[in-house]
């Protein structure tokens, strides 16, 4: 009993649970929820981001679908922001933080509020690998942006940003300084390797469909 208390209050392991729980907080699914009185798990994919929330909604309320799943996308990103800044403010090590972004992209993925159903985790992921990877993640984000807007392929656009940042690791670090480097801050860059294997495991059907050009556009 002592043990688990101890494990239990132990302030990496408080902070992955907390990680966790803010990470499974299911905004699309609330939202349009509350909005439109929706189960946006019943409808299109049956995820709870941005993406399922535009094809969601150009069905039921086309003239905000894009607007809300904006917003949807922001709220999952900066949940994965806040959490990883959270950590960084108490003072975890490096370890530690990366262990909170997985566990914020897990809580999204497998939100406890839905039953552990949830999302892709895209946005939650470059929030929470942000603040650690800084330069590699605003590259991918860029790209995400771009490849998104100019083709409205979700997937593809996911799978690019995730995919850039995380090949970057392998070179810009001996760039960077040692805050932002992820070599310096864990000595490796399997974390974000092992986030962009999870990323691809999440969107398995729609690269299949991207390889078979069967994969839909957002609008």
């Excluded at 994965?80 to 530690?96: D, I, Q, T, W």
């Excluded at 603040?131 to 997937?155: F, Q, R």
């Excluded at 960077?176 to 864990?186: F, K």
């Excluded at 000595?187 to 969107?203: A, D, E, N, W």
Aim: aromatic residues 10%; positive net charge; hydrophobic residues 55%.
């Amino acid at each position: 009993m002592d043990s688990l208390l101890s494990f239990l209050t132990n302030i990496n392991v408080i902070f992955y649970i907390v990680g966790y729980v803010v990470g499974g907080m299911p905004f699309g699914y609330w939202l349009i929820k509350i909005m439109y009185q929706v189960d946006i798990t019943a409808h299109g994919s049956g995820g709870i981001g941005a993406t399922n929330v535009v094809r969601v909604l150009k069905n039921i309320d086309p003239a905000k679908a894009k607007k809300i799943g904006t917003l949807v996308l922001v709220l999952d990103l900066v949940k994965g922001v806040f959490c990883v800044f959270l950590a960084k403010m108490a003072g975890l090590n490096f370890a530690a933080q990366w262990m909170v972004a997985i566990a914020t992209i897990l809580g999204h993925c497998y939100s406890p509020f839905l039953n552990f159903k949830g999302g892709k985790g895209v946005s939650t992921t470059m929030g929470a690998v942000l603040l650690l990877i800084p330069v590699e993640s605003l590259i991918g984000l860029a790209l995400w942006a771009v490849i998104g807007k100019g083709l409205k392929i979700s997937s593809l656009a996911s799978i690019v940003g995730v995919g850039t940042a995380t090949l970057l690791i392998f070179f810009m670090p001996k760039f960077l300084p040692a805050p932002i480097n992820i070599v310096h801050e864990v000595g490796t860059q399997t974390p974000m390797v092992l986030i962009f294997v999870f990323t691809l495991y999440k969107h398995w059907s729609n690269l299949l469909n991207l390889l078979s050009g069967q994969e839909g556009k957002i609008l």
